[in-house]
């Protein structure tokens, strides 16, 4: 039996279907990650989806990789296609839009030594390899969040102790929530209401000088506790620490929220700067960092970027990157601050 002319061979029907179905999925996708960028969310299984939002930025591009071979294969619908490529090149070019400063733009310029930080959430991870890389990186200040005492107690058995001999909340009877070790001298600490989760002290440095240094966990993004600590979190920070462009002032931790949710965004605008962001250092997502966090027996790759050290404008990063601890389920950030030049 001989195929009618014009028809279409069974091979290339399904070849096609299988085209609009991955380019509608895609788009799907990609229209409902983009809008969690704008929205404030309220319900928290919606704020830990709009953290995934750069994904939106490869299913828009599958849609316009795809769109193009339905193009070439599917002449027929060259109308249909063409709005889906329109519509993928529109979601697109917002993704970039948003992404693009973590890569190009320009980075401020230093001068003088730098302080060297390391931010990390130590739940989890092997006290002897977080002292080997305090050691190898001349880490200055390490601030740990979301330990206990048995934690803090391991710590105190490795050469932490020795490399950064000043410490704030390891001692039982301190309520800081989190753990500031350093090379320098530590003083005035001052706690934020607890559903702030932020403890302030002052480091007396060499270099800098006096620095605010405010350590940071909220609560994680799956709680109802999320969006209050958020607004906690940021009254605390405008109250205090009113003048940030004044005094050298560093705010590092476990934030449990991206620069796509729209709280964290707000604590940016009381005029801070994401470290890795400003040295152009590209999507650097810093959790999960183990092989801990598995779905259906898989690990689940680092997708989303939560912990930072933020910077107030007289002081700016050299350098920044993720550094990772074994065993830790969160990567570390590590950055070298130094006086802003000009």
Not at 50 to 69: D, K, Q, S
């Amino acid at each position: 039996m001989q195929r009618r002319e014009g028809s279409v061979p069974p091979a290339a029907a399904w070849v096609r279907a299988a085209l609009w179905l991955m380019c509608g999925g895609c788009l799907l996708l990609a229209v409902v990650l983009t809008p969690m960028h704008w929205i404030d969310v309220s319900r928290p299984r919606l704020v830990e989806l709009a953290a995934f939002t750069p994904l939106g930025t490869v299913f828009a591009l599958a849609v316009v990789a795809i769109g193009v071979v339905l193009l070439a294969v599917h002449r027929a619908r060259t109308r249909e296609v063409g709005a889906i490529l329109a519509a993928g090149a529109v979601l697109l070019a917002l993704h970039l839009w948003w992404i693009g400063p973590l890569y190009v733009g320009p980075r401020p310029a230093t001068s003088g030594r730098p302080l060297v930080i390391l931010s990390q959430n130590f739940e989890y991870g092997d006290p002897a390899a977080l002292a080997r890389l305090v050691a190898q990186e001349k880490v200055d200040v390490l601030v740990l969040t979301d330990l206990d005492s048995q934690r803090v107690a391991e710590l105190q058995a490795t050469d932490i102790p020795r490399l950064l001999p000043h410490a704030i909340g390891t001692e039982p009877d301190q309520t800081i929530s989190s753990v500031v070790f350093s090379r320098y001298p530590i003083d005035s600490v001052r706690s934020g209401p607890h559903s702030s989760h932020a403890d302030l002290v002052r480091l007396h440095t060499p270099t800098l000088g006096d620095v605010d240094l405010v350590a940071v966990h909220p609560q994680p993004p799956y709680t109802v506790r999320w969006r209050p600590d958020y607004r906690a979190l940021t009254s605390y920070l405008r109250s205090a620490v009113p003048q940030p462009a004044r005094r050298p002032t560093i705010v590092a931790g476990d934030f449990n929220a991206t620069t796509d949710n729209v709280p964290f965004r707000a604590v940016l605008g009381l005029g801070y700067a994401d470290a890795i962001a400003q040295r152009r250092g590209g999507f650097q997502p810093t959790w999960p960092d183990s092989a801990t966090k598995r779905y259906l027996g898989v690990p689940v790759p680092r997708l989303v970027t939560i912990d930072h050290i933020l910077l107030s404008s007289t002081v700016a990063a050299s350098s920044a990157r993720t550094v990772h601890v074994s065993g830790a389920d969160h990567r570390g950030v590590l950055a070298s601050v130094a006086q802003r030049a000009g």
